[in-house]
């Protein structure tokens, strides 16, 4: 039976920003705009997988990516919760049922988990333009409510690993248009259109979560370079690298 997509929420009322957030949230807007004229695939919720070469390589190295995936689950609770590395990330869990396990993040290698999966860091590696990779994991019952990225210079990649059954109940909303992960499948999307997840099973779902550089023309190309070096620089992102490292030093 086909899942009514949820409708999402009305905008709330603009907020008040200190004027050098106000002037980031300004020059966003225009680079956004910017790189919907200059996107050379279109502008639209979600993509097909075909568009992109990588997506086949990951679909075929999907059984590697889930051997490894699975040595990484023998230790379930020593993974970091989401907020945990990434503090901004409060706003949508404060629990303990999304959990993730980085192999890269913003464009920075987390050297230690690669090498415990050595061979999906491999494959990401190999992927033109990635900037994050990260094993997604979703507790039975978990649901991240409806939000929006913080820039379409990227586009996001998901692969699916383990999706429990029913299929239906474990699903995505991006936009108007609802999906479900399928185990061995890439789905891709803008995740700048509102988005919420759910996990309505009685089991963990698992996705291998990309970000990838969105594929523009010439010259939008080298500004999203520019733009993307600078999130890279910023502090939310210096604070996430701090972050992780202690988790690390904590494992040793």
């Known amino acids: 039976m086909q899942t009514e997509p949820t409708q999402l929420p009305h905008k709330k009322a603009k907020r008040k920003h200190r004027p050098s957030v106000a002037v980031g949230l300004w020059i966003i807007k225009k680079l ?3 790189i919907r004229r200059h996107s050379s695939v279109g502008n639209t919720p979600f ?4 568009q992109f070469e990588w997506a086949k390589t990951l679909e075929s190295n999907w059984p590697v990516i889930v051997d490894e995936l ?10 970091p919760n989401f ?10 869990t404060q629990d303990d049922r ?10 920075y290698k987390m050297d230690g988990n690669c090498v415990k999966c050595p061979k999906t860091a ?3 590696e190999s992927i033109p333009g990635m900037f994050t990779a990260f094993f997604s994991i979703l507790s039975p019952g978990k649901h991240i409510p409806p939000h929006r990225g913080p820039y379409n210079g990227l586009l996001r990649a998901h692969l699916g690993l383990i999706i429990p059954e029913p299929r239906q109940n474990c699903r995505i909303q991006v936009g108007d248009e609802i999906r479900h992960w399928q185990p061995g ?11 919420q997840v759910w996990n309505d099973t009685d089991g963990i779902r698992v996705v291998l979560f990309l970000d990838i550089h969105r594929p523009l023309d010439r010259f939008g190309t080298l500004l999203n370079k520019c733009v993307l070096k600078l999130i890279q620089w910023s502090p939310f992102i210096q604070d996430a690298r701090k972050n992780h490292k202690a988790w690390e030093k904590g494992l040793h």
């Open 32 to 34: 956004e705009r910017f």
């Open 47 to 50: 993509f097909d997988p075909s």
């Open 70 to 79: 699975n040595a990484v689950l023998k230790n379930h609770d020593g993974i």
């Open 83 to 92: 907020q945990d590395i990434s503090k901004d990330q409060r706003n949508l």
């Open 98 to 107: 999304w959990k993730t396990f980085f192999l890269h993040g913003y464009g």
């Open 122 to 124: 491999e494959i990401v």
């Open 185 to 195: 499948k890439v789905m891709v999307f803008d995740d700048t259109y509102r988005h």
